[in-house]
């Protein structure tokens, strides 16, 4: 009963914790999308619809929103528009897990559109059926558009499990030795409030995250931006 009613209580912050942030995006100079994604594959995935996108609605949504005068960066270049309170309008293409189709759907059009774009990888994951392969990932690293950061190791809810330091360091390290070069970002597995406590974030930041990624649905704006290790993300479905 106890549980169930801080679950309840949880989705109430969240909600109030969104709109909050969503009217004071509205207001101020800052104005970008942190957009995440899992699956792109015109297959049918027996997931949430928000984590599978066909290729084609991926496209076309880039696509859009260059239309619509957004500029695509790098998490590195997101931070110095937020510190800079820069007008620029700009979006971030994230992914999470990393499933292969990420190497063999996605990264094809971020190429040829010329998109920044991050890979959130749950390194217990990779090399397994369907998600990336170590090849792959370092193929992909070796672009200069792509950003790799951590996912934790397997892919848990950090709040719930007595090693989530473990975990947060674990991926960096694993994704360091194997890339050769620092890991700076992260995001949150699930990422909802209840996911991701006080202690875990300060977690992240002690391990040397520069900042942290979560799934509350909001834009990046000057409010959102002072939240550096539980930065919002936003699902696109077209």
């Known amino acids: 009963m106890i549980k169930k009613l801080k679950h309840y209580i949880d989705i109430v912050i969240y909600l109030i914790h969104r709109t909050y942030w969503n009217i004071m995006a509205r207001f101020g100079k800052v104005h970008g999308l942190v957009l995440m994604y899992h699956y792109i594959t015109d297959e049918h995935i027996d997931t949430l619809a928000s984590c599978q996108h066909t290729a084609k609605v991926f496209e076309s949504t ?15 270049e997101m931070i110095e528009l937020c510190d800079a309170k820069s ?122 995250y520069k900042c942290a990624f979560g799934t509350i649905q909001s834009p990046i704006s000057e409010v959102s931006a002072r939240s550096r290790f539980y930065l919002p993300r936003m699902v696109m479905m077209k």
């Not at 880039?62 to 590195?76: A, C, H, N, W």
């Not at 959130?120 to 792959?136: N, P, R």
């Not at 699930?190 to 406590?197: A, I, L, N, Q, T």
Request: hydrophobic content about 35%.
């Open 62 to 76: 880039l696509k859009r929103l260059k239309d619509e005068g957004y500029s695509f960066v790098s998490i590195k």
């Open 87 to 208: 007008t620029k309008k700009f979006v971030v293409v994230t992914f999470d897990d990393i499933m292969d189709d990420v190497y063999t759907k996605a990264f094809p059009i971020l190429k040829r559109l010329n998109i920044p774009f991050a890979l959130f990888v749950a390194t217990g994951l990779m090399d397994t059926e369907k998600y990336i392969t170590s090849a792959h990932l370092k193929e992909m690293d070796n672009n200069e558009l792509c950003t790799v950061g951590a996912h934790t190791v397997n892919h848990c809810r950090l709040s719930e499990v007595p090693n989530s330091k473990e975990e947060l360091l674990g991926s960096k390290q694993q994704l360091e030795a194997l890339l050769g070069h620092e890991i700076d970002y992260l995001a949150y597995p699930y990422g909802w409030r209840c996911d991701v406590s006080k202690k875990v974030k300060e977690e992240a930041k002690e391990v040397g």
